[in-house]
């Protein structure tokens, strides 16, 4: 990968290890290496906010923090209780 990118084995590998992160330019070049394009590197689908969602957001932050910790937990537990396990058909 460092030759076919023009760049250091030593580079490569903090990057790989996490000990580095990458220039943009650096980045770039690994990319178009591995046949990676911007769009899908670094585009995340976002859900639209429907009024229920921005209904309670305008509830949480009227609470006070402690108030708003407590929901946070919450939604946490609930969140992880939905969540389908991977024995689990969707």
């Known amino acids: 990968m460092a030759a076919q ?3 250091a ?4 590998q903090d990057i790989e290890k996490g ?3 990458p220039t943009y330019e650096t ?3 690994l990319m178009e290496r591995l046949g990676v394009s911007p769009d899908a590197a670094f585009h995340s689908e976002t859900i639209a906010p429907t009024e229920e969602m921005k209904d309670f957001l305008e ?4 609470c006070n923090p ?3 910790e ?4 919450t ?7 939905l969540r389908p396990t991977q024995d689990e058909p969707d």
Not at 9 to 12: G, R
Not at 70 to 73: E, Q, R, T, V, W
């Open 27 to 29: 980045l770039a070049r």
């Open 75 to 81: 939604l946490h537990f609930l969140a992880e209780q």
């Open 66 to 68: 402690r108030g708003q």
């Open 19 to 21: 000990r580095k992160n």
């Open 9 to 12: 084995v030593k580079t490569v």
């Open 5 to 7: 990118t023009g760049l």
């Open 70 to 73: 407590i929901l946070l937990k």
């Open 59 to 62: 509830y949480f932050q009227s």
